[in-house]
T-cell receptor, first 114, second 115 residues
């Protein structure tokens, strides 16, 4: 039972480079989201999706793009990395959060931008 | 904007001490409430949640939380902590009347339990 799978686990980027963090879930969840975790700030929502073809912005969307072409996959793209994007990124999925369903998290992706 | 406040950023306790971690949220509508735990080197896992019904919720590993609507609070408690409870604890809130799509997390409380 894979759950939520994120890759890569660790990445170092140079300022201005682009990259994609991959996220896949095998639980047929319609809701997926990306958070970043920074010391003293908890988890902040970057983007979320309520189903294939539907995405929306969270609290801190600037500098990130997402797409949802399938139910399973929700990649996060950094178009031009900046040092301020150094963080730990978590992908999450669930059935509708409206109904109090548990959110399942991936193991995190540690990104350093130099 | 909605927000979640966790009062203590760091807590240090000895084994067998009682634990209470505070959580307050700023939102006037109906909410779902969660506590998640992140053990060192691991991802976040659900500890307990409140959706409706009895405001006293029991979770895994002896944790419980009480939803006090009038105080906009959802404090986490455990009567006797163990060394293995050392972790970071996050309170989270999902406002339901905005579609329930945005779950907001607090800044987290790092708990260290001395053996």
């Amino acid at each position: 039972n894979a759950g939520v799978t994120q890759t890569p686990k660790f990445q170092v980027l140079k300022t201005g480079q682009s990259m994609t963090l991959q996220c896949a879930q095998d639980m047929n969840h319609e809701y997926m989201s990306w958070y970043r975790q920074d010391p003293g700030m908890g988890l902040r929502l970057i983007h979320y999706s309520v189903g294939a073809g539907i995405t929306d912005q969270g609290e801190v969307p600037n500098g990130y793009n997402v797409s949802r072409s399938t139910t399973e996959d929700f990649p996060l793209r950094l178009l031009s990395a900046a040092p301020s994007q150094t963080s730990v990124y978590f992908c999450a999925s669930s059935y509708s959060p409206f109904s109090g369903n548990t959110i399942y998290f991936g193991e995190g992706s540690w990104l350093t931008v130099v | 904007a909605q927000s979640v406040s966790q009062h203590n950023h760091h807590v240090i306790l000895s084994e067998a001490a009682s634990l209470e971690l505070g959580c307050n949220y700023s939102y006037g509508g109906t909410v779902n409430l969660f506590w998640y735990v992140q053990y060192p080197g691991q991802h976040l896992q659900l500890l307990l949640k409140y959706f409706s019904g009895d405001p006293l919720v029991k979770g895994i590993k002896g944790f419980e939380a009480e939803f006090i609507k009038s105080k906009f609070s959802f404090n986490l408690r455990k009567p006797s902590v163990q060394w293995s409870d050392t972790a970071e604890y996050f309170c989270a809130v999902t406002p339901r009347d905005t579609g329930g799509f945005k779950t907001i997390f607090g800044a987290g409380t790092r708990l260290f339990v001395k053996a």
